[in-house]
């Protein structure tokens, strides 16, 4: 079973738009990570935020993180092309393993 | 700097037979976490190998089992493989708990017919 849950399930933006994507999880967490996997090939880690953290920015993206709501975003500012990929949240709970959602396909359309 | 290497790439396999994955990690990780992720679905977790021993595994029947070696590198066995064992296998490797984030190989692609 998937601990998280990720929406939208798609996601169709032009370029030089902003996407947005959330995630849900259900127990307490270490920390969250979001991944992003590009057709179908490995996950390339974009940012890690801690569970004491509420926001954390990384070039074009921001992350929130609202641990009483057992939420998260991911903003993606000013999208290219090369960001259509899927986007995967992962919660790290204390027993060391990463629960993934089912990921928000992101098309960034030129 | 040499990320997390997979191999083989792609395998087609016969449904009953066996299958063995590799994987080499990060250099600088000692742990390495095996990852199932079938067809339009997130990764699910198949267990974490530290210091040669599986530390945690997820919901995987005995079919499915593992190895490290002293040099952090793991293999990940499937036994009498299923149709529904067709999925990518993905590789991650961290340092001790990963409490600073995990390094993913490009995967595996195994198709069992």
């Known amino acids: 079973s998937q601990q998280g849950e990720e929406d939208p399930q798609a996601l169709s933006i032009q370029e030089g738009e902003n996407a947005t994507m959330n995630c849900s999880y259900k127990?307490?967490?270490?920390?969250l990570q979001w991944y992003r996997q590009n057709s179908g090939r490995g996950l390339v880690h974009l940012i890690l935020?801690?569970?004491?953290?509420r926001e954390k920015h990384s070039g074009r993206l921001r992350v929130t993180l609202d641990t009483s709501k057992k939420s998260s975003s991911l903003l993606i500012t000013a999208s290219r092309a090369a960001d259509t990929a899927s986007y995967f949240c992962?919660?790290?709970?204390?027993?060391?393993?990463?629960?993934f959602g089912a990921g928000t396909t992101v098309t960034v359309r030129a | 700097d040499a990320g997390v290497t997979q191999s083989p790439t792609h395998l087609i396999k016969t449904r009953g037979q066996q299958v063995t994955l590799r994987c080499s990690p990060k250099?600088?990780?000692?742990?390495v976490s095996w990852y199932q992720q079938a067809l339009g679905q997130g990764p699910q977790f198949i267990f974490q190998?530290?210091?040669?021993?599986?530390?945690q595994r997820g919901n995987f029947p005995d079919r499915f089992s593992g190895h490290q070696f002293p040099n952090y590198s793991s293999e990940l066995n499937v036994n009498a493989l299923l149709l529904g064992d067709s999925a990518l296998y993905l590789c991650?490797?961290?340092?001790?708990?990963?409490?600073?984030?995990?390094?993913f190989g490009s995967g595996t692609r195994l198709t069992v017919v």
């Open positions: 935020i801690r569970s004491n953290e």
């Open positions: 127990t307490s967490i270490n920390n």
């Open positions: 250099s600088g990780h000692d742990t």
């Open positions: 190998y530290y210091e040669e021993e599986e530390r």
């Open positions: 991650a490797s961290s340092f001790q708990t990963g409490i600073s984030g995990y390094t």
């Open positions: 992962a919660s790290d709970m204390v027993d060391y393993k990463l629960s």
